[in-house]
Nanobody, 115 residues
Framework: QVQLVESGGGLQQAGKSLRLSCVAS????????MRWYRQAPGKQRELVAD???????NYADSVKGRCTISRDNAKNTVYLQMNSLKPEDTAVYYC?????????WGQGTQVTVSS
């Protein structure tokens, strides 16, 4: 089993920045792609960004140019640097990690952006 714990969320003003972190622990053999998703009230969960074990990244159009995903494989940690925050970035942000054929989820961290 792999446990994921997110941190770094909170209340921030529009235009400011936040950095989310997600640490994986437990029975870690080889974590593959790590992803950040978000879910706003009344909306479906959507992919924000992902990063492969080799560092290849992918971003949703809504955050492209404002967010950077990175990972530290030695620390089993993935980060999401969010700049130029917008009120529409308000959501619960979830970390997802894949190990072999199993996907694991964190409990989520709330990000609220005030205008």
């Amino acid at each position: 089993q792999v446990q994921l714990v997110e941190s770094g969320g909170g209340l921030q003003q529009a235009g400011k920045s936040l950095r989310l972190s997600c640490v994986a622990s437990g029975t870690i053999v080889s974590i593959g792609t790590m992803r950040w998703y978000r879910q706003a009230p009344g909306k479906q969960r959507e992919l924000v960004a992902d990063i492969t074990s080799g560092g290849r990244t992918n971003y949703a159009d809504s955050v492209k140019g404002r967010c950077t995903i990175s990972r530290d494989n030695a620390k089993n940690t993935v980060y999401l640097q969010m700049n130029s925050l917008k009120p529409e970035d308000t959501a619960v942000y979830y970390c997802n990690a894949q190990q072999y054929l199993t996907n694991y989820w964190g409990q989520g961290t709330q990000v609220t952006v005030s205008s």
